[in-house]
């Protein structure tokens, strides 16, 4: 394996922003990059700077390179919780400035404000308050966080760890050596969707049945919200894992496997099950339950006919919606945590949660390659031996060549995240771009 470095982070990064800048149509301000130059001298600094510790500290920063001015009125961003506080004099941009400014900020709440001149180069104007929301774009949440200016930021989160951002936008990752781009981004699949479309379906199908529903007073509810919120709670427990230090495997498998993956089978032996129905079907009481908050009170907001979405219930977090948001998330972590013994957890896509612990079953021999996805929908491929990795990655591929229903999310001590299922012809995988937060 060749190494990448932060001259490799630059090339990626040129290539995205150019992309990225092309897609983007809502910009109140386009930033352009700054020199090549530039650019590597950030990205060196930053990488340096990762691998350094201040008086046994390790180091971690966020950084953005936008104006003081960019992030609008004072007054508006104190009521948002986002606001700059500039220095009376500059600190030049160096290892030994961000070594020592580091550490009194708070990696989840704060940035370091940069700016470049031609005469002065790269310079430390301030520091900009953002607040911890953010967090929650990548490990799931519902609250909208403070938009900041499409800029470019840098997240220095761990030695040779480093994250490039437009504004809240990943556009690419530096890590163990590798680039990784979101590009690749498999939650945003059509197969992704279509696989779970039949749930949606399900609970919609539910919620239109439910006997205290009113017809001229509920609104109706998108079925696409049902997968904006299973997907805010796998990011969750995602997140929880990796932050864990300890790694694990979920597996998921469509809901007309829950008898055979629920009592003894060839496949896979769990070690602690479930009883079928009440709390193991927690998810789903409150994904119904929220549907149906959410159609009273849009009901009476827009009448009947209007369809309510995530935007809603992102807006409308009032009395009846903030506790079901609360008790999805807990749930989440509550569901990470049982990856904290040997074994996987095993859901069904109904959703229902069977049990942990499990075991697959074989001896894993299923031929020396693997097929890594290059683009979402897994048509672009790259074959790889499997003999770099251990014995959680191997069980997966394994139980997916056998059984190719089966959709495993497996997360390393280290904390890559991979996707992986049966690709047509052979086990396929995905890599999901790791983000590291603070637990404070």
Known sequence: MIHSYPHDLVVSLQQRWSYTVLDSKD???TYALPATEVLND???TCYQ?????EETRQIRFRLMMAEPDDYGSADAG??????????TNQRPFNTYELLKLAPALNFNNAMIGVRFR???GLQIWGVIHTGSRWTQIIHGGSKTAVPLPKAL????MGPGRLTVFRGHEILVQLSAGKIISPAVNVFQAEWMTTRFSQVQKRLSAIHAQNPELVKNEWAKVDPDFVGKLYLEFFKHVISTVRRSGHGGMILSFPAGMANLISKDNPYISIKYRFT?????????TLVLEIMKVLSIVCGRRYGPDYVAGWDDYVELQGKRLIPLDEQVFKYARFVAGLTGVDGAVVTTEGPELIGYGGIIQGNFEMGEHVAKA???????RKIERIESVGTRHRSCYYLCKKLHDALGIVVSQDGEVRIVTWGEDSVLYWDVIPIDFATD
Do not use: C, T
């Not at 079928?276 to 998810?283: D, H, M, P, Y």
């Open 27 to 29: 910009d109140k301000k």
């Open 374 to 380: 290059l683009d979402p929908e897994g048509i672009h």
């Open 42 to 44: 950030l990205i060196s």
């Open 118 to 120: 031609e005469k002065d």
């Open 49 to 53: 700077v990762s691998q350094m510790q």
């Open 78 to 87: 104190l009521l948002q919780g986002l606001f700059v506080m500039k220095f």
């Open 276 to 284: 079928e129905g009440g709390a193991s079907q927690q998810l789903k």
């Open 153 to 156: 930021a840098v997240h220095v």
